[in-house]
């Protein structure tokens, strides 16, 4: 069998999974349609954080970069 058969039949029953979730607490029908775009934001969120990590960046916030020196993790 193809891989990438075997790719497309569970992307199919993941969201084949959403969607009864959805049906059965009464979840809104569009949230199926953002649910791809959803997971794609959280890989690339932990790409983003991976690659931060890796390459000793330090973290940002409010204009602030605290490096791995302050402990802050």
């Given amino acids: 069998m193809d891989w990438g058969v075997i790719v497309l039949v569970q992307v199919a029953v993941i969201l084949l999974m959403r969607v009864i979730t959805d ?3 009464r ?3 569009i949230s199926f349609f ?3 775009l959803g997971m794609a934001f959280l890989i690339l969120a932990v ?4 690659s931060r990590l890796a390459l000793g960046a330090g ?4 204009d602030r970069v605290y490096q791995n020196i302050s402990n802050i993790r």
């Fill in 27 to 29: 979840g809104s029908k």
């Fill in 23 to 25: 049906i059965y607490f």
């Fill in 34 to 36: 953002f649910h791809p």
């Fill in 47 to 50: 790409i983003i954080g991976a």
């Fill in 59 to 62: 973290v940002a916030w409010k």
